[in-house]
């Protein structure tokens, strides 16, 4: 894959957002439903950092497929999907950050529904699955050892 050097710098900035966001993120590891339901600003924390990290995940799935000369497409959701097509994910990490794309949609529009399920899910797994796909994502805009 063939990066501008500004889509590489564009790509690294957000990287280290979301890893920043992640280990903010691993104080609430451990939360409970109750405290999740019961503490209105624990939950706005834990919210905010998920939105973030879909948020620049999805930015960088945009950046990554637009130097591949694909269309990506313009729903989140999608353009997390197409990653595996594209080379650019496994198709389970394309998966889990289908979901993450589908939480973050939820958490944004639908703010008064109950989205324990998805927070957990996060907090538990699609975190690590974040991870990974960063650590992936900073060996293709790293030409050298750093």
């Not at 992640?22 to 939360?31: G, I, P, S, Y």
């Not at 209105?40 to 960088?60: F, K, L, N, P, Y």
């Not at 975190?127 to 050298?144: A, I």
Request: glycine share 4%; proline share 3%; with cysteine.
């Amino acid at each position: 894959m063939d990066l501008t050097f500004a889509q590489r710098h564009a790509i690294r900035i957000r990287i280290d957002v979301a890893r920043q966001e992640l280990a903010d993120l691993q104080r609430f590891r451990e939360l409970t439903r109750q405290q999740y339901r019961s503490d209105r600003d624990r939950r706005r924390i834990v919210e905010r950092i998920i939105e973030t990290v879909a948020d620049v995940v999805v930015d960088i799935a945009k950046i990554l497929g637009s130097a591949t000369g694909h269309p990506m497409p313009a729903a989140c959701r999608e353009t997390m999907r197409s990653l595996a097509g594209v080379g650019l994910a496994s198709e389970e990490q394309a998966e889990a950050l289908t979901i993450l794309a589908e939480l973050r949609k939820t958490l944004t529009y639908r703010y008064l529904d109950d989205n324990w399920q998805g927070v957990r899910w996060f907090l538990v797994q699609g975190s690590q699955t974040v991870v990974q796909w960063l650590n992936r994502c900073h060996k293709l805009v790293t030409p050298y050892p750093e």
